[in-house]
């Protein structure tokens, strides 16, 4: 098994870099209009069919898919379709359900540029300026009119009473100070999807992949071993 790295709203694959040198035959995938992907979705069952599409070009079948935030969402939707190429899930600072305060839709909308770099420094425990640049660049590469669709996606999604119907194993991986899906996410997918399990990145937040690579690599390791 090999796992497929998702990102999450107003990224890109590169979020994914480190894990992409650490499992060296994954694949972190562009969405449609992100990264170097052309096309474009606006809901997470259109992320869904493009991410479908790359498992079936690429010719993967037996994928872990592992989906930070929105990334999580798209992932959680394949299982539930029992996509045949997806064996196992990670939901990396994601949940079944992924509501979007109103105040991010309004200062997107209202200063994109600003919003950016306010979002960018929410998505980390310690305000490390390389990383919030770089998180900001990629919001900002993807531009307001994506970015404010993939977060209408999110606000959009819900699938906790479905959550008993998902038949692969899964892994909830939160950042321990995760402030747009705290730990509780975790928690409540992994108490209802059957033999699923929730793990915190100690000093970590929303992109534990970016801020704690060692450590969630390590956990990422660790779910695998135990799928083979």
Not at 5 to 12: S, T, Y
Not at 143 to 153: E, L, N, P, S
Not at 158 to 171: F, T
Request: hydrophobic fraction near 50%; proline fraction near 4%.
């Amino acid at each position: 098994m090999r796992y497929v790295f998702i990102h999450g709203a107003g990224c890109n694959s590169e979020v994914f870099a480190a894990q992409r040198d650490a499992f060296s035959e994954s694949v972190a995938l562009d969405l449609p209009a992100h990264g170097k992907a052309g096309g474009y979705a606006d809901t997470i069952e259109g992320f869904a069919d493009a991410v479908a599409a790359d498992l079936e070009r690429l010719e993967i079948q037996r994928a872990v898919l592992c989906g930070s935030s929105m990334g999580g969402a798209i992932a959680l939707e394949l299982a539930l379709r029992r996509h045949p190429s997806v064996h196992a899930a990670v939901l990396l600072g994601s949940g079944a359900r992924l509501r979007v305060a109103p105040a991010i839709f309004s200062e997107l909308l209202h200063d994109f540029e600003a919003a950016a770099h306010t979002l960018a420094c929410r998505m980390f425990a310690v305000q490390e300026a390389r990383l919030i640049d770089a998180v900001a660049t990629m919001l900002l590469a993807t531009g307001r009119t994506q970015t404010v669709a993939d977060f209408r996606a999110c606000d959009a999604f819900d699938r906790v009473e479905r959550l008993g119907e998902i038949a692969v194993p899964v892994l909830a991986l939160t950042g321990e100070h995760d402030q747009l899906t705290p730990p509780k996410y975790a928690s409540l997918a992994a108490g209802r999807i059957p033999g699923a399990q929730a793990r915190i990145v100690e000093a970590a937040g929303h992109l534990a992949m970016l801020e704690r690579p060692r450590e969630t690599n390590a956990a990422l390791a660790s779910f695998l071993e135990r799928l083979a």
